[in-house]
């Protein structure tokens, strides 16, 4: 991620794939896989009886737990397609929880969503100082800021909370919450055909009902912000000079644009992002700040970002899916997980066969007997530890990083420094 | 260049100790804006190094800040980055303490059975990381955060009573070590006991020096680290390179928990220190990953951690200490880079003015230097 791009760069892949394939990939045919991966969920549901999977509380639960790290997520995209690595998205979070909730006990939780989102911006200054301005390494400055950020909230906890109603030197008092919208009709009537438990009709009905049923106003701002990046980032001149300073800073330079203005720019929004995650965390999720709360939801955000292919759609899809893991350690974890092992044996078998069809054999072995050992767990247990539901996402993200990691391509100039001048 | 460069010792020495003044000044800014004295609290700490009690707690945490810093140099000396020090130091400790409670073999033989154990934990848990680098391109910085939360969870589950736990009260441990494994400490009078394995990391440190400067393997990897590039054309197999470094930042991570397991504690418990490894990244950078500077520095965070419990009894925070670490490292690595650009036009000064006198630059090593800086 850091090194310098050659040609035996072992960071980089050794070819460049012909085309951004998972961007090319059709509207019918990713729907198709869509539909596919539910109808498969929902083939499981039936089987084992754990409806779980696709209730609608689980559902909404995992939006909830989803949206910090699509945030945090967010946040790196918006950095790293300017060509900063963020790595101090953790960082930026915890300011935003302290900010957030520092704010928002005293003036209104509003209030702790702007200072909460002020609080990431400034963790995004320094980091763009550092960055851009010094041309620091990237990941040192990251680390470094995570270590200052834990610092400062640590001291400033106590100085800031205690002495008020419910505070405390790890938690602040409570805040007020910001509200929450069920859309009318609409929720109800998902949740009593997710209750019928219908192929695949109940399923869809789950997922769509979790979107619309408590869900806070913050969350409904976290969703748009997708499109909106995406809307910015590929549609505007302004996207397009911010995405040039990822890709080839020295070209950009040369056509006029001001690349340390775009890459502060984006670190500052980057910062901004974080927080607003950071927020969520302290005002929505929970009515108030706890040291330790972000838990590194920034990191799993970074992850989610590359997972999903420096793309905003494919990080929500990532997002997406650590919310649903981590839901299912507070839903009922342990009959999910064991329902959704006989899921992965079923994908694990699919590929193996979809590897037969493209005559890859070896690998097409290898995927079977790891998909049969999942199903003889599966098969042979009744439930799964708890511990295993908690590695669940990072194991997921391991194992999706390692068949995806040759296809992802990241902006060109990303980590690297880069000084006013320096292609003349 | 053998001929003694004050201007480069002055450069060497210019980083750490602009950034020490900075960031003592910005905590002293941040302890005046929260309406304390900016003075009191660092005489306080001071002070506190005068004991003797003190000094023991210093020696022994730094023993394991370097262990860990240790690890974290070997990567960063080829530009591999091992965020996952704090997960493969804290299973290898676990694996350390559970074979160390189950295995009884005499002293002579327990000891370095908990010590492989340790090594080849940590090395594996750093292996997975490496190979998936190597054969997938998974970037090692996602691959080892990803690791470190898992090892969380295979930690708790090897807790469990079934597993390998014992439950003490409300606390996870996985039982009391045999004694054979104990390593006793040297007792400093009242003050508390030295570690006995501080000696294993100043011999860690010795020998992180003798194979990074003195062998062929070390070049390799110091040459990797500066260009790889130039390290593949002159026959370095990168990923290979990358394999080993990852396994050997690993191994040495495993041992950073050693120290106090062995010395102390005898159980891998809840109470067992976390983090040690994200506070070695610190370290590792504030010391420019030499083996004399990160002791330095390891004595130095040990000394903000271990000194600054004393500032509560006084009406400070000691969360001022954690300020200070944050503060230190990143005004650390803006001045180093920024002495190191200084140096670097110097040198371009000096390279031009020589050229404008007419000199030949062959036989001077200036010339590849400035390249390779870029």
């Known amino acids: 991620m850091t090194a310098p791009t050659s040609a035996v760069d072992v960071n980089q892949p050794s070819l460049q794939p012909a085309a951004p394939t998972g961007r090319r990939m059709s509207w019918q045919v990713l729907l198709l896989v869509i ?18 999977i696709t209730n609608v509380s689980q559902m909404s639960t995992a939006l909830q737990l989803a949206v910090p790290i699509g945030l945090a997520g967010l946040g790196g995209l918006w950095a790293e397609r300017a060509g900063v690595v963020n790595i101090g998205l953790e960082g930026m979070m915890i300011l935003g929880t302290w900010f957030g909730a520092w704010a ?12 909460g989102i002020a609080g990431g911006c400034v963790g995004g200054v320094l ?29 400033l906890a106590p100085l800031a909370f205690e002495g008020h109603a419910g505070g405390s030197a790890k938690q602040s008092p409570a805040v007020e919450t910001l509200g929450h919208f069920t859309v009318p009709g609409l929720s109800d009537g998902l949740r009593d055909l997710n209750n019928n438990g219908w192929f695949l009709v109940s399923d ?20 748009a912000l997708i499109p909106g990046t995406w809307w910015i980032l590929w549609r505007t001149a302004f996207g397009l000079r911010l995405r040039s300073c990822g890709e080839n800073p020295i070209a950009a330079e040369s056509l006029g644009v001001n690349v340390y203005k775009y890459k502060y720019i984006a670190v500052i929004i980057s910062g901004g992002l974080a927080g607003l995650g950071g927020v969520f965390l302290s005002i929505v999720a929970n009515p108030f700040y706890l040291e330790g709360q972000v838990s590194g939801r920034g990191y799993i955000g970074l992850a989610a970002m590359i997972f999903g292919n420096w793309m905003p759609g494919g990080l929500a899809l990532g997002a997406g899916l650590f919310g649903y893991t981590d839901s299912l350690n507070l839903r009922g974890g342990s009959t999910n997980v064991h329902a959704l092992l006989l899921l992965g044996a079923l994908l694990l078998i699919i590929g193996a066969v979809y590897l037969v069809i493209r005559k890859k054999y070896a690998p097409s072995m290898i995927t079977a007997v790891i998909g049969a050992l999942v199903f003889a767990w599966y098969a042979t247990t009744n439930e799964v530890p708890n511990q295993v539901v908690s590695a669940t996402p990072y194991v997921v993200t391991l194992v999706v990083l390692t068949l995806s990691a040759q296809r992802l391509r990241m902006p060109k100039a990303d980590g690297l420094p880069y000084r006013k001048g320096q292609g003349k | 260049m053998k001929k003694f460069d004050k201007e480069r010792v002055l450069l060497a020495v210019a980083g750490p100790v602009i950034a020490l003044a900075v960031a003592f000044v910005l905590s002293a800014i941040v302890l005046v804006a929260s309406g304390k004295s900016p003075v009191e609290p660092y005489t306080l700490m001071f002070e506190q190094l005068g004991f003797s009690d003190i000094q023991v707690l210093i020696i022994n945490q730094a023993s394991m800040y370097y262990i860990a810093a240790l690890a974290v140099a070997i990567g960063f000396r080829m530009n591999l980055f091992n965020i996952g020090v704090d997960g493969q130091y804290q299973l290898a400790a676990m694996m350390a303490a559970v074979v160390g409670a189950h295995a009884s073999l005499p002293a002579g033989l327990q000891v370095p059975l908990l010590l492989l154990t340790a090594v080849l934990t940590g090395a594996f848990w750093s292996g997975i990381a ?13 691959a080892t955060i990803m690791l470190n939360a898992i090892a969380t969870s295979v930690i708790a589950y090897l807790w469990l009573p079934d597993v390998f736990g014992v439950k003490v009260g409300n606390n996870n441990t996985t039982g009391e070590m045999h004694e054979s494994g104990w390593i006793g400490g040297i007792p400093v009078g009242d003050a508390g006991e030295i570690y006995g394995l501080v000696f294993l990391a100043v011999l860690l440190g010795i020998g992180y020096w003798v194979v990074l400067n003195r062998t062929r393997f070390g070049f390799d990897l110091r040459a990797s680290g500066a260009s790889e590039t130039a390290a593949a054309a002159s026959g370095v197999d990168p990923k290979r390179m990358v394999l080993t470094a990852m396994l050997l930042s690993g191994g040495i991570a495993g041992l950073a928990g050693l120290p106090i397991l062995l010395g102390d504690t005898h159980t891998y418990s809840l109470n067992f220190p976390t983090g040690i490894g994200f506070l070695g990244i610190g370290i590792a950078l504030l010391g420019r990953n030499s083996p004399v500077g990160i002791a330095f520095a390891a004595l130095l965070w040990a000394w903000l ?6 500032l509560d009894f006084h009406g400070y925070d000691k969360e001022i200490a954690v300020i200070m670490q944050g503060l230190i490292v990143l005004s650390v690595v803006v001045s180093y880079e920024a002495v190191r650009e200084w140096g670097l036009r110097r040198q371009q000064r000096r390279v031009g003015a020589e050229l404008a006198a007419g000199h030949v630059l062959g036989a001077d090593n200036n010339t590849t230097k400035e390249v390779a800086g870029r």
């Open chain 1, 104 to 115: 928002g006990f005293q003036w209104g939780p509003w209030t702790g969503v702007v200072v």
């Open chain 1, 35 to 52: 539909a596919g991966a539910l109808a498969l969920t929902s083939i499981v549901r039936i089987i084992t009886g754990a409806d779980g």
């Open chain 1, 204 to 223: 869809i009905a789950g997922l769509l009902g979790g979107l619309v049923t408590n869900v806070s106003w913050l969350t409904l701002i976290a969703v």
């Open chain 2, 305 to 310: 951690d271990k000194a600054s419990p004393e």
């Open chain 1, 127 to 155: 980091h763009a100082i550092a960055t851009v301005t010094f041309r620091v390494n990237h990941i040192v400055s990251g680390v470094a800021l995570n270590i200052l950020a834990l610092g400062i909230t640590r001291y």
């Open chain 2, 130 to 142: 490496g190979v998936l680098k190597v054969t997938r391109g998974v970037s090692e910085v996602v």
